[in-house]
């Protein structure tokens, strides 16, 4: 469970009802740039579709940035790290259940590479540097981790994460962990699209629409206005 949501919510409402937005923005996680990464993959002869699994705080936020992001399918959130059994809201929520808050994002190679997409993980979705936690939400099920699907998936993953390293994007060094073989499971419903369809609810307002903005302003030529929704594709 978010911990802090309902504090935030509260200060966040409040500040909005003081016309304080421009302060309550700033105080969300900044943006880093960050280079694009040095090895990439090749899109395979023929394949129109590839699957990226990443974890990096609260679902919502990280699942509203990849839904605006052009040649992504689809977005959808919901669990990874753990068991079927326990891959429900409340129960990982408890941390012990080896699950984290994931956003398995489908995407077209022919359109954005594996290694763009972590681009915009690391850059504009979440700190990379936060050990298990991101803004308010503190607990393993909030930690930073990339599920990669195959080896190719693991060797960029890891190759782009001492390329940031080593280069010092950062002010402290990334804590993002790689995970290899784990299930994704999908969410409950009411957790599909949440950004879009709650868009002022405050905790979306204060740590979530910054990123979309950011995510246009660092990535202009990616950055596609109307989103690909979970709805949408049922």
Request: with cysteine; charged share 15%; glycine share 8%.
């Amino acid at each position: 469970m978010k911990k802090s949501i309902l504090g935030i919510a509260a200060a966040a409402a409040l500040a909005l009802g003081a016309g304080t937005w421009t302060s309550l923005t700033s105080a969300a996680e900044a943006a880093h740039a960050v280079p694009p990464p040095a090895l990439d993959e090749k899109a395979a002869p023929g394949a129109t579709s590839e699957t990226a699994v990443l974890a990096g705080g609260c679902f919502w936020g990280v699942q509203g940035v990849f839904q605006h992001v052009k040649g992504v399918t689809g977005a959808v959130s919901g669990y990874a790290g753990g068991d079927k059994e326990h891959a429900i809201y409340e129960v990982v929520g408890s941390g012990a259940t080896g699950h984290a808050e994931s956003v398995q994002v489908t995407f077209d190679p022919r359109q954005i590479t594996y290694g763009q997409i972590l681009r915009i993980y690391f850059s504009v979705a979440h700190d990379p540097t936060e050990l298990n936690y991101q803004g308010p939400d503190h607990g393993t099920q909030y930690r930073s981790t990339i599920f990669v699907r195959n080896d190719e998936q693991a060797r960029i993953a890891k190759a782009y994460i001492a390329q940031l390293d080593a280069a010092h994007v950062f002010d402290a060094p990334i804590v993002t962990t790689i995970e290899p073989g784990k299930t994704f499971y999908p969410a409950e419903g009411y957790h599909q699209d949440f950004l879009t369809l709650h868009p002022d609810y405050p905790y979306i307002v204060y740590n979530d629409l910054p990123k979309i903005a950011n995510l246009k302003t660092m990535f202009p030529d990616m950055y596609r206005d109307k989103p690909v929704l979970v709805m949408a594709t049922k």
